[in-house]
């Protein structure tokens, strides 16, 4: 079975940052793509940053060049650097990833979500 827990979110005043953590236990083969994604009351979810096994990253344009998505291959870890937040980044904020667990099949895995608030 295969768990992935987020920390790292709270309150910080516009302008401020953060730093999301997301990390994978259990029985892990490989991992593929790890991604961070965020959802207001109502809304879809949405990407906000992803990054392939290699390196390769996107982002939402409307956090291009505030957030930093990077990961640890060697603790199966993803990070999201959140600079210069803005009251609109106020979400909860899930990590997603792609994960080979028990056979080479790969199958999407959630964090439980962590809220971030963006005061003015």
């Known amino acids: 079975q295969v768990q992935l827990v987020e920390s790292g979110g709270g309150l910080v005043q516009a302008g401020g940052s953060l730093r999301l953590s997301c990390a994978a236990s259990?029985?892990?083969?490989?991992?593929?793509?790890m991604g961070w994604y965020r959802q207001a009351p109502g809304n879809q979810r949405e990407l906000v940053a992803g990054?392939?096994?290699?390196?390769?990253?996107n982002y939402a344009d409307s956090v291009k060049g505030r957030f930093t998505i990077s990961r640890d291959g060697a603790k199966n870890t993803v990070y999201l650097q959140m600079n210069s937040l803005k009251q609109e980044d106020t979400d909860v904020y899930y990590c997603?990833?792609?994960?080979?667990?028990?056979?080479?099949?790969?199958?999407?895995?959630w964090g439980q979500g962590t809220q971030v608030t963006v005061s003015s």
């Open positions: 997603k990833m792609k994960i080979a667990s028990s056979s080479w099949q790969f199958n999407d895995y």
């Open positions: 259990g029985r892990i083969l490989s991992i593929s793509t």
């Open positions: 990054i392939l096994a290699g390196g390769s990253t």
